[in-house]
């Protein structure tokens, strides 16, 4: 009887020391660790802030330049290039 008590402790034993572990990241992903080595992210962490930008030309940026100190601007333009000058 204390054989098969011991042989049932062992298999549990062995079956938990091989069992996957799901754990979360710093940033908030939950992260399944396979006993093989190998993982798989369950829960990515998608939350960013929302941040908006202002969108204008190069042209707009450079005559209200002064007054948009701190704030987020999204600038589109053309670029040539002259003689190795851009």
């Known amino acids: 009887m204390t054989r098969y008590l011991v042989l049932a ?16 990241s710093e940033d908030g992903r939950e992260i399944l660790l396979r006993s ?19 969108q204008m030309s190069i042209v707009d940026l450079k005559l209200d330049i002064d007054g948009l100190e701190g704030q987020l601007v999204e600038v589109s333009g053309k670029l040539s290039s002259f003689g190795g000058l851009v």
């Open 9 to 24: 402790v062992g298999l549990i034993v062995a079956d938990v020391a091989h069992a996957d572990e799901v754990v979360r």
């Open 36 to 54: 093989d080595g190998t993982y798989e992210v369950l829960i990515q962490n998608d939350a960013r802030p929302s941040v908006s930008y202002r």
